[in-house]
Each structure stands twice: as structure tokens, then as C-alpha cells.
């Protein structure tokens, strides 16, 4: 495993702390747009990549990179899913 520095690690917070904006500003830009796309698009992608940080570097998954893509593999598959189950109901609201 190898050790990082403090400064590594902020910069990682800062940039889910960024997603995490741009997760909570995409609903009102998809709403003045009229585009529910960008809502869901922004909602579920910024969800993966997020994910994905948090596996990848806070948990240290990226030693182990066979099992780490397994699983991201697999939450990305489950999060199509969702989307394909939860779209059509959230398209007609």
C-alpha cells in the first residue's frame, strides 16, 4: 500500500466536494432548461465517479485492482438498471 500525503488527500476532498455541487446544482439547471435529462444524466454520472474516488483512493481498492474494478464494474451495471427501471417513471412527472 502506499502512503500518501495530506495534501493528496485534500485534493481528492475538494474534488468530490466539487461533484458534490455539481450534483446538487444539476436538478435546478435540468428544471430551467426543461431538460429532466441533465438531471438524471448529472445525478447518476457524477454518482459513479464519486463512487468510484471514494473506492479508488480513500478506501485504497486501487492495490487491489482486479476485485476494485469488479466491483465498479458491478455498480455501474446496477446503476444502469436503476436508471433503465426508474426512467420511464421519472420522464412522465
Known amino acids: ?18 461533484l458534490l455541487i455539481a450534483s446538487v446544482i444539476g436538478p435546478f439547471v435540468g428544471t430551467a432548461l ?12 457524477i454518482a459513479v465517479v464519486k463512487a468510484y474516488m471514494v473506492a479508488a483512493k480513500f ?7 482486479r476485485l476494485a474494478s469488479l466491483i ?8 444502469f438498471l436503476f436508471y433503465g427501471a426508474a426512467a420511464a417513471d421519472v420522464m412522465n412527472l
Do not use: N, P
Open 72 to 79: 465498479i464494474l458491478t455498480a455501474l451495471a446496477l446503476v
Open 34 to 45: 426543461g431538460a429532466k435529462w441533465i438531471t438524471l444524466l448529472t445525478a447518476f454520472g
Open 59 to 65: 478506501m485504497h481498492l486501487e492495490v487491489e485492482k
Open 1 to 18: 500500500m502506499s502512503e500518501h500525503g495530506h495534501t493528496y488527500y485534500v485534493k481528492i476532498w475538494s474534488i468530490l466536494v466539487a
